[in-house]
């Protein structure tokens, strides 16, 4: 991007700054050649299966050469319209501070327009670095729609779910890809058995299901160790197969059909529908599939730029894979009964049908004699293998794109809590869920089982993935009145070009609901229900908390004692509040009136913006006078962060305290403070200039006998040391020396000795219930929803890493 600005600055930059400008072409060419093995796996193993999914039903007795040429042309110019020209071209240029997807739109108008739903927005969120587009003026119009949009929850709630209906589409996606792309890969067994032993194209797809599910099985139990660990192959791994693809399209447009070129003239494709009519709408199914795997080129933005994911695709993919369709037409033109098994019967072959002599056409007997079949064979089976490769590459970038987007969703607050794993420590973004893992898996196999077709499987895909593009254009529309502030009749006129062709295509999926297209309809309506009710009632929650959170007042008048008994020591109270007290802090004191002597009021929240950088992910700020003792911080993060275990959130967590001290006594950044109903607020660093420093140490029996802790409490945490794998590092916290404001030195000896004195964690351990006068389905949602995920997903204590001896957990029943 620098080498970007240069340009811009210097008529010729390549004589100004010759060093930038390489290196500039260098990174790109480089994060060019990466992106083929991420980005675009599942786009270029589309012709495994693009013409067998799209001549099927009663298209299937209009075969024709006229009939090859315009769904060659269909094909040519879905790929110019809708990867090239929306994408490439459009979409790539509406990132998310380098983020990309639907959830990055979405944030972009959260954002932008304040459409969320849950109530816990602040000004200090606004000046967070990566919140660069929330500051730009609005026309009358736009400002006009953005208070139209802030004002009716009905239109806000309609936007999040079809939100969440594209995050469940691409999660449905997770479950189809693998299937059909490892399915489509492994047919090829099927055609040798047809060709080399006269039988039956479906004679062995007992076996070959059998061996899909096997590598399904691996590839879904190699998944927790990163793809970090494989990445260096998926590039050279898709590279080749693009090469084999185009080169063995060029060896089929010259062999078989060199006047194929003529159906990328738009008049073929009018000609198809004028010799098919209505069956040839209803392929239009089979033909969306040559472009699925296009919303990666948008979704994987984070991980490359806009400018090397242009050239790769302009570069390489785009080309190959015309040549390769071409090539497919060209040979199904003389070759009009190898419809069904298309690609691998376009291979060149030198082996004519018969020639072994075999009565059986048994799986094991094609193993047996696989040496002699490669020996005689040199180009199929090298294909063969690089395409199952290719096929497990564009599987394994698919189910890494649902961890993301699963993660994004639960960042949201619309996905129970669930074990994240950050499987690099060097790769930001990359991360398994295990439960997810294994739900995928099965459901996966069950589709494999089931259908064992990719007809029925590219029926299902086409749906999933159509949805999600059709999504993706709708929020782009308004994301052009909103971030770019351009006229509505542009934002219209995207939205009916690019709505219109899709809305063609997605009505032609419709059509094949009932012949495999239901699965993802039942899968997104499964996730959805889960994700809306999820969302629903933690929303329920947080108001209740709102609503019935202490007054300042109250806690004023009890004094700096609080009227209890202050306990030496730290208390961590959780709230998902920002601002007040919560009630489960009066309902503490209530039933045991003491308390630790420094208290602390700890959020974790997440912004809609990609990633919070460790300068700016504490906010901290002071409930009532200094003498009570008592903080608030809270913790940010962005829908893409990773909340790490290793983090030692409770020394960051002191420092950030003892810095906001001192920067409040210095009052030298009072700009940055934010003004609430408790006091003021300030962003502090974690790697700030810190008023204590940290000293590492070892506890030993010295170190303990010298300890103000109870000898019972030292011998429980010593037991619980022994016991913990990898118990926490233990540290130190000592006053700078030199000249100290008397208050200052007095507080920070408090917190100290608090800290010395032991920390503990006080969580709310709610139990949700709906009010008696509430509506039925409000009942069903919370009572029997909302409750039934409480109790099954990971628990908020456990979620945060919190250790278990230090852990108070305070019932309460929350009426919403």
């Known amino acids: 991007m620098e080498a970007d600005r240069l340009e811009t600055a210097s008529p010729n930059p390549r004589q100004r700054h010759p060093v930038s400008w390489l290196k500039f072409c260098r ?10 093995g991420v980005v675009y796996g599942d786009l270029s193993t589309s012709p495994l299966y693009v013409y067998k999914s799209t001549f099927v039903g009663n298209l299937h007795h209009s075969q024709s050469e006229e009939a090859i040429l315009g769904v060659l042309s269909l094909i040519f110019w879905t790929i110019t319209l809708i990867p090239l020209l929306k994408y490439v071209f459009i979409l790539l240029s509406a990132d998310d501070n380098g983020e990309g997807g639907t959830f990055a739109l979405y944030s972009l108008l959260c954002r932008h327009a304040r459409v969320g739903l849950l109530p816990n927005q602040q000004a200090a969120d606004e000046e967070l670095s990566a919140y ?6 609005h026309g009358v119009r736009m400002s006009q729609l953005k208070t139209f949009l802030e004002k009716h929850t009905k239109l806000r709630t309609a936007l999040l779910l079809v939100v969440l209906f594209g995050a469940c589409m691409v999660i449905g996606d997770g479950v189809l890809v693998p299937a059909i792309s490892v399915l489509s890969s492994m047919s090829g067994l099927q055609v040798r058995a047809k060709n080399l032993y006269d039988g039956s194209l479906y004679r062995c797809s007992g076996e070959v299901v059998i061996l899909a599910c096997v590598l399904l099985v691996g590839l879904f139990a190699l998944q927790h160790y990163g793809t970090q660990k494989v990445a260096f192959m998926f590039a050279p791994i898709v590279i080749l197969w693009l090469l084999s693809i185009g080169s063995i399209g060029i060896y089929n447009i010259i062999v078989w059909n060199p006047r194929v070129y003529r159906a990328l003239s738009p008049y073929y494709v009018y000609k198809f529908f004028e010799i098919t009519g209505k069956d040839g709408w209803t392929s239009l199914g089979g033909v969306l599939l040559c472009i699925t795997g296009t919303e990666a080129m948008f979704a994987d933005l984070g991980h490359f730029t806009p400018v090397s994911i242009r050239v790769a695709f302009i570069g390489v993919i785009y080309p190959c894979l015309v040549l390769q369709y071409m090539g497919q037409a060209a040979f199904l033109s003389k070759n009009l009964s190898n419809i069904p098994t298309s690609f691998y019967n376009s291979i060149p072959s030198k082996i004519s ?31 063969f293998v690089i395409a199952t490769l290719a096929a497990i590459v564009a599987s394994q970038a698919v189910i890494s794109a649902t961890f993301s987007i699963i993660k994004q969703c639960h960042a949201l607050g619309c996905f129970p809590r669930v074990k994240i794993v950050h499987t690099s420590s060097w790769i930001r973004g990359q991360i398994y869920i295990p439960e997810v893992n294994w739900i995928l898996m099965v459901l996966c196999i069950a589709v494999t089982v089931g259908f064992q077709d990719t007809t029925l499987i590219g029926n299902a895909f086409g749906i999933a993935f159509m949805s999600v593009i059709f999504v993706t254009t709708w929020l782009m529309a308004i994301v052009i009145i909103f971030i770019w502030q351009k006229r509505i009749i542009l934002a219209f006129a995207f939205l009916l070009f690019f709505g219109s062709i899709e809305s063609f295509y997605l009505s032609a999926t419709v059509m094949k609901v009932p012949q495999g297209g239901w699965v993802p309809i039942v899968l997104s309506g499964v996730f959805m229900l889960v994700m809306y009710t999820w969302h ?12 019935n959170k202490v007054s300042m007042k109250w806690i004023l008048d009890l004094g700096p004692s609080l009227g209890i008994a202050r306990v030496p020591g730290i208390g961590l109270i959780y709230s998902e509040l920002v601002t007040g007290v919560p009630a489960i802090f009066s309902h503490f004191v209530t039933n045991l009136p003491a308390f630790h002597r420094v208290l602390i009021f700890v959020c974790i929240k997440s912004v809609p913006v990609p990633y919070v950088s460790d300068e700016e992910r504490y906010l901290v700020g002071r409930i009532g006078p200094k003498e009570y003792r008592m903080y608030r911080c809270i913790v940010r993060y962005g829908y893409k962060d990773v909340q790490k275990d290793s983090d030692d959130f409770e020394d960051r967590l002191i420092i950030s305290i003892a810095e906001f001290i001192r920067m409040e006594a210095d009052d030298s950044q009072s700009s940055s403070y934010e003004s609430t109903y408790d006091g003021r607020m300030a962003v502090v660093g974690t790697q700030a200039r810190s008023s204590l420093s940290l000293v590492p140490y070892e506890q030993d029996e010295a170190m303990q006998s010298t300890s103000s802790k109870p000898p019972t409490l030292q011998s429980l945490q010593s037991l619980h040391g ?7 590092k233990r540290v130190r916290f000592e006053l ?27 969580m709310g351990h709610s139990k949700i219930k709906a009010r008696k006068r509430s509506s039925f389905f409000k009942k069903l949602a919370i009572d029997i929803g909302y409750s039934f995920l409480r109790k099954n997903c990971r628990g908020p204590s456990v979620a945060l890493n919190i250790p278990h001896i230090s852990l108070i957990e305070v019932g309460m029943i929350y009426y919403v």
């Open 536 to 547: 629903y009632g933690t929303r329920k929650k947080y108001l209740f908390d709102l609503q």
């Open 722 to 728: 022994r016991e913990s794998p990898q118990p926490n």
């Open 353 to 383: 049908t018969g020639l072994l002599g075999y009565d059986s056409a048994s799986f094991l007997l094609i193993l047996t004699h696989s040496c002699v079949i490669i020996s005689t064979e040199p180009v199929f089976w090298p294909v």
């Open 132 to 137: 660069k587009y929330g500051h730009s003026s």
């Open 736 to 762: 700078p020396e030199g000249h100290m404001d008397l208050t200052v030195k007095d507080e920070l000896m408090d917190l100290i000795e608090a800290k010395d004195a032991g920390v503990a964690y006080v």
């Open 27 to 36: 990174d790109t060419a480089l994060l060019a050649y990466q992106s083929l």
